[in-house]
């Protein structure tokens, strides 16, 4: 079974610098790859998936990641982060083909301060 | 075209209520699951729904739980006999097909257990 581990549970990023957040999975063949960005009290939203192809996806709100099958990871990156940028990135991992749900991580919870 | 919808986005029960969550997908997407997402952890996967079909309902617990997403309506995760760990916030997300393709979430129902 696929798995996820993000290994920053809160990370802390003043306005205007860059940001990386870290995601490794557990998955036997190429997976699908997702990150997901929820505000508090709120549901969440798509920033950016890997199906195939170019591994340097681009998402919305200046975010893009990077698929590395060498080191099982998808990190998610931003060259200058906005103090609206504040909230809780989940990264997800999903099976090509069958009957089986997204695996989410346990989330990694961005602040930014001035 | 409207997202997922979910109802009631907040909802108070007492111990031993029911409680009843519901969620329409987005147009033109047969599939349902339900993510249960409690206190500072990510989001756990609980059921896999078509059409009159359960797929998964690996993550469900045994006892009390219930889901359904018949032929005509909104799908339903019905919590029966309510206790304070239920408190937690319940996801929905609906996708087109079953191909591992994007999933979009709904807003999310706050339980509360008092």
């Known amino acids: 079974a696929q798995s996820v581990t993000q290994p920053d549970i809160h990370i802390t990023v003043s306005e205007g610098a860059s940001l990386e957040l870290r995601c490794n999975y557990s998955?036997?063949?190429?997976?699908?790859l997702f990150w997901y960005v929820q505000s508090p009290g709120q549901g969440l939203q798509l920033l950016l998936k890997y199906f195939s192809g170019d591994t340097l996806v681009q998402g919305i709100k200046g975010f893009e990641a990077e698929f590395k099958r060498s080191q099982s990871s998808f990190n998610l990156r931003k060259p200058s982060v906005h103090w609206s940028d504040a909230a809780e990135y989940f990264c997800?991992?999903?099976?090509?083909?069958?009957?089986?749900?997204?695996?989410f991580g346990k989330g990694t919870r961005l602040s930014v301060i001035a | 075209n409207a997202g997922v919808m979910q109802n009631p986005r907040h909802l108070v029960r007492r111990r031993g209520q029911e409680a009843r969550l519901r969620c329409s997908p987005m147009?033109?997407?047969?599939?349902v699951y339900w993510y249960r997402q409690l206190p500072e952890e990510g989001l756990k996967f609980m059921v896999y729904?078509?059409?009159?079909?359960?797929?998964?309902e690996s993550g469900m617990p045994k006892e009390r739980f219930s889901a359904e997403f018949p032929k005509e309506g909104p799908s339903i995760l019905r919590i029966q006999q309510v206790v304070r760990g239920d408190s937690a916030a319940y996801f929905c997300a609906s996708s087109r097909d079953n191909s591992g393709n994007t999933i979009y979430f709904g807003e999310g129902s706050w339980l509360t257990v008092v």
């Open positions: 147009k033109g997407h047969s599939h």
């Open positions: 729904l078509q059409k009159e079909n359960i797929i998964d």
């Open positions: 998955y036997g063949a190429t997976p699908y």
């Open positions: 997800a991992v999903g099976v090509r083909g069958g009957n089986t749900p997204l695996v």
